[in-house]
């Protein structure tokens, strides 16, 4: 387990406190509209921190090849129809170039300033001539709206239960997950970036912000630097 990091409920967790079996059960939102609508038809995606598929899937039916990238190798056991590779992010190095590498998921708010740094350098080193970056950032008040929770029409409840200082600008979040038949918690760090922390670490890392795909700004299409 990530210091830091922990979660509760059945079946196996990760090393971030991602539940598995968990994963398994939340349904796909807007993402594969809003990716498939930001880069070529047929495009080669690398997807880093994939989980179980929940985006995997939808993209491979939309005609993408997906070669997806995890930690953890219970989660890519889940995966059907894609490349799979377990490894780290921050430490990712195929000697390979991708249409579109995405970044979801919020990863790039890690709590360790280096390992978000080595996530945004995997994702500049992987990103083909002409390609681009797609990453998920936190909405504005993700920190400061709590406890706050959102019942999804199939049943279950999901919650940002607590947002608490940990130190050096990270604040411990706990998110709970409540089905009739179960329930799961993860406990993870976050680092809260703005909009100019934000495109001063992609730019660090070679990059710089092409578009901001949705009114939000929680979807970014970023680009090489010339």
């Not at 912000?209 to 970014?220: A, F, K, N, R, S």
Request: include cysteine.
């Amino acid at each position: 387990m990530r210091e830091g990091y922990e979660g509760t409920g059945p079946g196996s967790i990760t090393p971030d406190g991602c539940a598995v079996e968990l994963y398994e059960r939340l349904p796909v939102g807007d993402e594969p509209e809003i990716i498939a609508a930001a880069v070529p038809a047929g495009a080669h995606i690398l997807e880093l921190g994939s989980g179980v598929g929940r985006v995997t899937h939808p993209l491979l039916e939309r005609g993408f090849t997906v070669t997806a990238v995890d930690e953890s190798a219970d989660m890519l056991a889940r995966i059907r129809g894609a490349r799979t590779i377990c490894a780290s992010i921050e430490d990712l190095d195929l000697g390979e170039k991708f249409d579109v590498v995405m970044l979801a998921s919020f990863l790039v708010h890690a709590g360790d300033e280096e390992v978000r740094r080595g996530m945004l350098r995997t994702c500049a080193r992987h990103v083909a001539e002409g390609g681009c970056v797609l990453i998920q950032r936190e909405g504005p008040d993700y920190h400061t709206n709590v406890p706050r929770e959102r019942v999804d029409p199939s049943g279950f409840t999901v919650r940002i239960a607590a947002v608490e200082p940990a130190g050096d600008g990270v604040d411990s979040v706990r998110a709970e997950y409540v089905f009739p038949d179960a329930v799961w918690t993860q406990t993870f760090l976050s680092r809260p970036l703005t909009k100019e922390r934000f495109e001063s670490a992609l730019a660090e890392a070679g990059l710089e912000v092409d578009t901001y795909l949705t009114p939000d700004g929680i979807w970014v299409r970023a680009v090489p630097m010339a």
